[in-house]
Structure formats: C-alpha cells, structure tokens
C-alpha cells in the first residue's frame, strides 16, 4: 500500500510538469506497461477454472473442458500448460491456438507474487487443497446428480432371432462413459454399450445389467426378456397373383427382422422390425422381394441362424385350393338338392290345397321333413 501511494503521488507531480506533448508520450507509454498486466488479469487458470470458464478458451467446448476436469482430478494440478496436450482432443494444433490464453497459476504470471497474494489464496475458501491422504476431490453431489444406468425396456423375443440391448446412463457430474456388463439370464454374458444376443430356448429370462466409472461409482439395473416359440408359418403360395401369406398363429406378436424367404438359390431377408401381429396373416409381395422372376415350386421360411421354420410347395398350394373349391362344390349341390326337394313339396302341398284335401297336404309335408332320432322317440312314446 506504502508503495502504490508513493507511485500515485509522483504520477500526479508528473502529470503537472508535463506539457500536452509529453503527456501524450506518457500516456502511450503507460499502456504499453499496462498490456502484459491485462493480458495476465484475462488468463486462465486451467487448475482453478470452472467448467464455463475453461469453456472461454478458444478451441474448448464443453466435452473438453470436462476432460480437463476429469484429467486434473485424477492427474493432480496441471505442472505446465504444454501438459494440457495429455487431455484427449487437444493436440499440438490445437494447443498453438490456446497457449496464449492459458496458465497454470504457478511461476511468473500466477497472480501470486507477493506473500500477501499468497496467504490471500491459502485462505480462499474455493482452495483445492487439502490435507486428506488421498488425492481425490472431494465429493459434494446430490441424489439427482449420482450416477445411474438403465437397460432397457421390458422385451419379447422370438427363439434363435437376435435382438438388441442398448444401455443407458446419467452421467451426473462424471463425463466419462461407463462400462458395461450384461448377464442375459440365459448363462452368457457380454460386455458393452450395445450387444446383441440370441435365445435358444422360450422362458422368462432377467437380464441384469452393472455399470461402473472405474472403481468409484457403481449401478447395476434390470428387465426381463419373455422368449416364444416361433407360430409363424407360410399359409400360401399365389403365383398368379404374386403374394407370399404368412400366418402367425401364435397369441404373441412376432418380429421376423433378419428371417428369410428362400426359393432355390434366391434369399430374401426380411428389413429390421417386420412384424406381424398375433393371429393373423400378412402378405408378402413377391415383386418386392428378390424372388421376383424365378421360376418357384417351394419357398421355405427360415431363422436368421438358417434353420428351417416352415415351408410350402406351389404344387402343395394349388392341390389345397383345388381340395377347397370341390369341398365348397359339393356344398352347393347339396344346397341345391335341398332347394328342389323344397320346390317339389311346396308344389304337391299347393296342389292338395286346391283339391281340398288337407289331410293329403300333412302327409306331404310329413314326408318332405326327414325326423330326427329324438322326433322318432317321441312318436313312439306318445303315438
């Protein structure tokens, strides 16, 4: 303070002495000594800043500064600003576009060249500091901002077709992506973010997922996955008409993503998430698939593994159609003999009632009605 006053009363007696002239000089002079002051005040310190304050510094963004975060908290302070190219994302390239805004608050230029400036930081309650024999930060979050995984909603599976498993995390505080060990509940395992996994055999399986960032932090999350047999078959074949039908029988629904449809050497697989609802059909265009133009006399279904789920000959087809229109042809002739009978009976009983004889119209009708069994019982009862 002694200092800064004496300094403040020779700048005023020096002023008054100045002509207009050399107070210009003065003036250009005292900036010139001002830049490397100011240019400090505007550093950064990259062991002190904030995540929004290293977000300042040309060149890092959010995810970078996190990392510079994360590489201090497990690396300790940084000794020099040439360190900071340890911090993934940030080369020499980079590094050259943000030296000049950078510091690591040691040495000249740390704001800390006088003892008083010293006991000033060592007393600042921000200090980062401490006398814990480890050297991890201290850990200061809240419920909302701990570190949490979920894998996923609840599924329904088909045997022998892949499907999916994508975990997810909050990461809280942490920018660091987690690792992930799925227990499928079918005894296998897998490690990853994303992993596809295939069932065998149906049943309910719990699939349980654990996540952990290193040692500190761990989660672990479940669901269930319900495995069924395959129902779906191929119920048709029309050429002419150029469909394949294929016919879930099954009360669950079925996504057929990865079958196929093989005709000789033809294969068409099914696109991802082809489904098809329980109990009912779908047709299949054949000029939509690679089978268009080939000459077909059986088309088989078949897991993604290749096994064989079900199969159909056009002959097959074409020998159940014919089955079927004699089946109904021989309905309607029998429709059509009744229809006759029908006509004769109410011909005759016309003509009786014209003649009067009523009792001749009864026995014809009689006649015309075959009784059934119970009918009989009853006339031979109560005759």
């Known amino acids: 303070m002694m200092i800064l006053s004496l300094f403040m009363t020779i700048w005023a007696k020096s002023l008054m002495s100045m002509n207009i002239r050399n107070l210009s000089k003065f003036f250009f002079f005292l ?30 963004g959010p995810v970078i500064a996190g990392r510079i975060i994360d590489y201090r908290n497990t690396n300790g302070p940084f000794e020099n600003i040439e360190e900071i190219k340890n911090v993934s994302g940030i080369g020499d390239v980079t590094f050259l576009k943000m030296k000049d805004y950078i510091t690591v608050g040691n040495g000249a230029g740390s704001g800390n060249d006088s003892d008083e400036a010293d006991e000033e930081t060592e007393t600042d309650e921000d200090d980062d500091s401490s006398v814990h024999t480890g050297d991890a930060g201290l850990s200061n979050y809240t419920a909302e901002e701990s570190f949490k995984i979920s894998a996923g909603r609840e599924r329904l599976a088909t045997v022998r077709t892949p499907i999916i498993f994508l975990a997810s995390q909050n990461k809280g505080k942490s920018k660091r992506e987690a690792k992930f060990v799925w227990s499928f ?14 069932y065998q055999f149906p049943g309910n399986y719990q699939v349980v997922l654990n996540g952990s960032l ?13 495995v069924t047999e395959s129902k779906v078959k191929i119920s048709d074949i029309d050429l002419a008409a150029g469909y394949v039908e294929l016919t879930n029988t099954g009360d669950k629904e079925q996504n057929l993503s990865g079958w196929s449809l093989i005709a000789g050497e033809k294969r068409h697989v099914f696109p991802l998430d082809t489904i098809i609802g329980s109990r009912s059909a779908i047709k299949i265009p054949l000029g939509a698939t690679s089978l268009a133009g080939v000459n077909i006399n059986e088309i088989a279904l078949t897991y993604p593994d290749g096994n064989k789920a079900s199969s159909r000959g056009t002959v097959e087809s074409d020998l159940e159609k014919i089955t079927a229109l004699e089946e ?26 014209d003649k009067g004889n009523l009792s001749e119209a009864k026995k014809v009708v009689v006649l015309a009605k075959e009784p059934s069994l119970i009918e009989k019982i009853k006339n031979v009862l109560f005759k």
């Open 185 to 198: 509940g079918d005894g296998t395992k897998a490690i990853g973010t994303e992993v596809h996994h295939t």
């Open 328 to 353: 109904r042809l021989q309905n309607l002739k029998q429709q059509l003999a009744v229809l006759k009978t029908n006509g004769k009976t109410a011909s005759v009983i016309a003509a009786a009632k």
């Open 214 to 226: 290193g040692k500190e932090e761990q989660a672990v999350a479940r669901t269930t996955v319900l």
């Open 31 to 60: 900036i010139l000594l001002l830049i490397p002051l100011l240019t400090w005040a505007s550093l950064i310190n990259i062991n002190t800043a904030s995540l929004e304050e290293l977000d300042k510094i040309p060149e890092v």
